[in-house]
């Protein structure tokens, strides 16, 4: 296994003070602490070479665990294993085989080339000469680097600095590489070579992909396998085809609407309601285990004029959304 | 013979990214000047000719311009740097990489180090020259001791920092160590030698690592004595190793508080 994890738990105690000057003076006399439970009694493992998504909504335990799992945070309790060694007690030895990706840190030296990063990299990571300049190569032609190796970071794009910053990580070739929310921020087209060089990595190097996102792009794209924490727990351990079939009750019925028409009178039967209604569109969802495609589609032209209308399957957001919401999930 | 590689190179490409805004150490050389300038008016008026508690006026400029040098101008960013890095969570890249996290900001404050040194070093001995000429009574001879007094002065300095830099894992907010740290400093022998305080403080002061920042190198640089160094040196070695200890196991309690909320 690359990643074991047991029973894992984290808990931190926050100071907490009513509002007001008096509550202020209370509190530096009398302090008050709140016990924070961020990742309860999680369990898990990751093959070798798989791609994981670690998905939930903020404040659910993602970039905690993983912390824990490089070795940052010690766990308040349980026991984990990456690489077959224990984070906490080898951060130093571990850090030689993994690689990490923080998408809203950096790891280079923002007023010097990527050059002399990944250069201070290769010592850091005990790598020799020859086989620095080899990856560097590979590295470059694969995040196509070359045009960029020598300008100082902070000149770059953002979508140009996370192509160095996954470089960076994969420098030494680790065999686990965590990337929490590596696409934040980048737009449709950096984003998409992002997940398409992850993919190659994984495919080529049999690297282990451990990701965390709020992108439902990134998990759908890359992974095979989606874990989902809520409150610090998983609430959903499955393939991430099957996450869709199980939502495959729903339909999207999508309609663009004459321009005169408000679709907010709408009164939909029981089984379907309107979603993000915006001017000239209309995005109808169908629980179809209480309403039938067909009568809802019905009902759609005998109450609406419209110029266009189409039926999909709801989007991997909407499935990721609707578990975030809480909303069954049906095993 | 890794580590070695691997440590040199943090300081190599701290002293990089250094000498990257030449601006930066100028405005800091103005500075430098502006302080000795008001320092040499000061004093200038304070000393009416002859000694004051057995400094004479030249011996009380090139002090000045050397205890400068050892806070002001050789002063790293490590204290800030570690705030940031925590309050930010930048930490967690620190953290990941096969370092020790005391000595990689050990190295990666050295290169910054060595251009100071180097630029102001050169730069305060011109000042003081230009003030009040050579200093007298100095001999070559005794430049190895003094070097060694200051090197061991500056990294005092530096992990007490690093102690204090440390305690943003545990506190939040742990500027007023800093501001405390920094009084003391600038009291017990920056701005005046130990000698110019109660006899009372003195005594105090002489038992406390703060004085063997400043007080002691420059002292010795501007009055030297055997009897001197073989006084201070060894206590200077023993603060920088009480130091380095203190920093280390700082370290290895703060870094179980890391708070890694919020991404």
């Known amino acids: ?331 | 013979m890794k580590s070695i590689v691997k440590y040199s190179g943090i300081a190599r490409q701290s002293l990089l990214n250094a000498i990257q805004y030449p601006a930066n150490i100028i405005s800091r050389l103005l500075m430098y000047s502006l302080f000795i300038s008001v320092f040499f008016c000061l004093w200038g008026a304070i000393y009416q000719g002859g000694e004051v508690h057995g400094y004479s006026l030249v011996q009380m400029i090139w002090y000045l311009c050397f205890t400068e040098l050892i806070v002001f101008c050789c002063r790293t960013t490590v204290y800030t740097q570690m705030n940031d890095d925590v309050k930010s969570g930048a930490i967690a890249y620190l953290l990941v990489r096969p370092c020790h996290y005391i000595i990689f900001q050990f190295f990666q404050s050295l290169g910054e180090l060595c251009v100071n040194l180097v630029a102001f070093g050169s730069y305060a001995i011109v000042l003081a020259l230009t003030y009040v000429g050579v200093l007298e009574g100095f001999s070559f001879y005794n430049m190895p001791y003094i070097l060694i007094s200051f090197i061991l002065g500056i990294t005092l300095n530096f992990f007490m920092l690093i102690s204090l830099g440390l305690t943003a894992f545990i506190w939040e907010e742990n500027t007023g160590f800093y501001f405390v740290y920094q009084k003391l400093i600038f009291m017990l022998g920056m701005f005046i030698p130990l000698e110019f305080l109660p006899v009372w403080l003195q005594s105090i002061a002489r038992m406390l690592p703060f004085s063997y920042v400043a007080w002691a190198p420059a002292r010795l640089a501007v009055a030297y004595s055997s009897e001197f160094r073989d006084q201070v040196l060894p206590l200077q070695f023993l603060w920088v190793f009480a130091s380095v200890w203190l920093a280390v196991f700082c370290y290895s309690r703060a870094v179980l508080h890391i708070q890694g909320q919020g991404g």
Request: contains cysteine; proline residues 5%; hydrophobic residues 40%.
């Open chain 1, 1 to 331: 296994m690359s990643i074991i994890a047991s029973n894992l738990h984290k808990e931190y105690h926050t100071r907490i003070k009513d509002e007001g000057l008096r509550a202020s003076l209370k509190a530096l006399v009398n302090p008050v602490y709140r016990k924070i439970i961020a990742v309860d009694d999680l369990s898990f493992t990751v093959e070798p070479g798989e791609i994981v998504a670690f998905i939930g909504p903020n404040g659910a335990g993602k970039s905690t665990t993983i912390k824990m799992l490089t070795g940052i945070l010690h766990p308040t309790s349980g026991d984990m294993r990456v690489l077959n060694m224990d984070p906490t007690t080898r951060r130093e030895e571990l850090a030689l085989h993994i690689g990490t990706v923080f998408g809203q840190r950096s790891q280079l030296w923002m007023h010097l080339p990527p050059l002399d990063s990944f250069s201070l990299l290769a010592r850091i990571y005990e790598l020799d000469n020859k086989s620095y300049r080899m990856r560097l190569a590979e590295l470059s032609e694969l995040f196509e680097l070359q045009d960029l190796l020598k300008t100082p970071v902070r000149k770059l794009s953002l979508g140009q600095r996370i192509r160095c910053e996954i470089a960076a990580s994969l420098l030494h070739s680790p065999k686990v590489i965590f990337l929490d929310e590596p696409t934040i921020g980048l737009d449709v087209i950096v984003k998409q070579r992002i997940r398409e060089l992850i993919a190659l990595l994984n495919r080529e190097e049999k690297t282990t992909v451990f990701l965390t996102s709020h992108d439902a792009g990134d998990v759908e794209l890359l992974a095979k396998r989606a874990l989902v924490i809520d409150h610090g727990r998983i609430v959903i351990d499955d393939a991430v085809t099957s996450l869709r079939k199980r939502y495959l009750n729903r339909k999207v019925i999508e309609v663009t609407l004459n321009d005169t028409q408000s679709p907010l009178c709408l009164h939909l039967p029981q089984g379907a309601y309107a979603e993000t209604p915006e001017a000239g569109k209309l995005r109808c969802i169908a629980d179809t285990r209480q309403i039938s495609v067909s009568d809802l589609v019905k009902y759609l032209v005998e109450t609406l004029s419209f110029n266009d209308l189409t039926v999909s399957d709801p989007p991997m957001e909407d499935i990721i959304a609707a578990i975030f919401r809480g909303e069954e999930y049906q095993k």
